[in-house]
């Protein structure tokens, strides 16, 4: 097997762009996106940002830590080029090329955002290590770049519907049609299924020790959940007619809802600022709920423009 891997200060326009740390989450970040770029006919870019000295200790005679410099040369060169042979593994014939940049991550992988299909980092829970794939790193991307951004994490299994699907939080905001139609996208290149979620709440009052209030009518909530979900649906299966689409309507709070929907998913896909029931999804703590304790990949998508597919992935 022959790896074709370039070096490049910056990623060809179009490319999908993942982070390289060398951890676990990061290897399993660069496998997703291998095989992503792979179906789609995109190249792959690896980037390993270099920030700055690390204290570390203890070392043998000192009672303080050490700054130690990094070795970009060696050390960068080293886990890219793991990274690379994990891609080849993946997909042979992808086209990679990679870079080392000085500087934080988050401000290197937002500069590249703009020329990027889509940028993939390893996801953790709070408090694990690695310095690069951090929780708050994932949401800090996830809220500011310009393309869509692929939090991998460890999909765990469970008795679940949705086995292999590609899962959309749905809502008919401009941030949720963007994020059904890379659902569709995801779904078509896999050859699966997409399953819409849609969340309501009820308006419980306070006062009334959080019951509902007596002139509230539960069924026709339900019913206009379940009208807007079909409504919003209808034509993303007009458009896709070989594509089995089951629709979800769950009285939970977002978060919850899309958390068990998401549970033996292939992928979980959410809008970066929805209205209705997904408002404030990715602003607050629910945002790093998700982005900490995703049950699958998770791909957040803003309604902006974005870098197409260089080709469609095979059929």
């Not at 689409?245 to 009285?251: A, P």
Request: glycine content about 12%; aromatic content about 4%; some cysteine.
């Amino acid at each position: 097997m022959s790896i074709s891997q370039a070096v490049r200060p910056r990623p060809e326009t179009g490319a999908a762009v993942v982070g390289v740390d060398g951890s676990a989450e990061s290897d399993r970040a660069v496998h997703w996106a291998a095989g992503d770029a792979g179906r789609r006919g995109r190249p792959l870019h690896l980037l390993h940002a270099c920030d700055g000295p690390t204290l570390v200790f203890p070392l043998p005679g000192f009672w303080l830590p050490v700054a130690v410099a990094p070795q970009p040369g060696v050390h960068a060169g080293r886990l890219l080029a793991n990274a690379a042979t994990m891609a080849a593994e993946v997909c042979p014939d992808l086209a990679v090329t990679s870079s080392t940049v000085g500087g934080r991550p988050i401000p290197t992988l937002l500069a590249m955002a703009g020329r990027a299909a889509m940028i993939v980092v390893g996801g953790r829970q709070a408090g694990g290590p690695g310095p690069l794939l951090s929780g708050s790193t994932a949401a800090e991307i996830a809220e500011h770049a310009a393309c869509p951004v692929v939090v991998v994490h460890k999909r765990r299994g469970g008795a679940s519907s949705n086995e292999g699907r590609i899962v959309v939080g749905v809502d008919g905001s401009a941030a949720s049609e963007a994020a059904t139609a890379f659902a569709f996208e995801q779904a078509v290149t896999l050859r699966t299924g997409v399953t819409a979620v849609h969340a309501y709440q009820l308006p419980v009052d306070p006062m009334l020790g959080g019951r509902l209030p007596g002139y509230f009518d539960l069924g026709a909530r339900c019913d206009a959940a379940e009208q807007l979900l079909s409504r919003v649906m209808a034509g993303w299966r007009g458009r896709y007619p070989d594509t089995d689409v089951r629709l979800t309507v769950d009285l939970d709070a977002p978060t919850g809802a899309l958390m068990r929907a998401g549970v033996g998913a292939e992928l979980l896909v959410v809008g970066a600022h929805g209205r209705g029931a997904f408002r404030g999804l990715l602003l607050g703590s629910t945002s790093r709920a998700m982005l900490y304790h995703a049950p699958c990949p998770l791909a957040v998508v803003h309604d902006r423009p974005r870098v197409p597919a260089i080709r469609p992935g095979p059929q």
